[in-house]
């Protein structure tokens, strides 16, 4: 009894979230958790004394763990909130490090059988705000539109109500999805379906090129047009960290911004951030 009462009270002493020895635990974004993955499998074949353990849940899940003390990097697809800064100072007397790792570009889903080719931002606005329901509106076939979307604790619907919605209210007949890879599924099965997510994510279904506005040209999400910044949709992935990263975590993270891993991010359908 003595001995556990002893290991409990060291277990208190120890800072929330440091890291086992050889063990880094990863969580967040559903966009970044494949390349999470990747980068994971390839540092441990280089450092077998070293486990990454990568989970999705989505950006806010991995800002909230960060903030519990129950993961060492948080994946995240937009940039932590300042609400969030605050809860994490309050707690360790920081407000994070934030590392962009990666960009990706948000990509529109349809249906592979969609004759469509590209959209504009303001069909998009107008689609997800619900004031478009048929496809015929945007020179579409006559179908009514079946409307994919993340939830709100994703980043990616973060950013796309920020950049696409500008702020406003999603429409009511917005289907919300678990994850990234849900919505692709229910997009390859539903023949009037549109939704968006990571272009890494574009298996099995159609990618609609964006326009900024009429006058833009349409631009697919590629690496040239997602690095310059031509592709309306484009955006930085995030590491985010309580503090400066020290020993393994900074060993594996320095091995994601290496030439060999943002090669990989690239061979896995992301773009390399530099």
Known sequence: MKIRALFLALA?????????????TVKGSDTMVILGQRWAEEYMKKHGDTSIQVTGGGSGTGVSSLIN???DICQSSRSMKPAEKEKLRQRYSTTGVEIPVAKDGLAVYVHSSNPMTEITMAQLKAIYSG???NWKDIGGPDKRLIVYS????S????????HVLEGADFGVRVQTMPGTASVVNAVSKEVSGIGYGGAAYAKGIKVLK????DKSPAVMPENKTVQDGSYALSRPLFFY????PAGEIKSFIDWTLSAE?????TKVGYYAIK
């Open 261 to 265: 891993g943002q090669a990989l991010a």
């Open 12 to 24: 208190v002493l120890l800072p929330a979230g440091v890291a086992q020895a050889g063990t880094v």
């Open 210 to 213: 964006v326009k900024k506005d």
């Open 131 to 133: 004031k478009i329901q």
């Open 241 to 244: 960290l309580r503090n400066s």
């Open 150 to 153: 993340r939830e709100n604790s």
């Open 69 to 71: 003390g129950t993961t």
């Open 155 to 162: 980043g990616t619907y973060v950013f796309f109500k920020e």
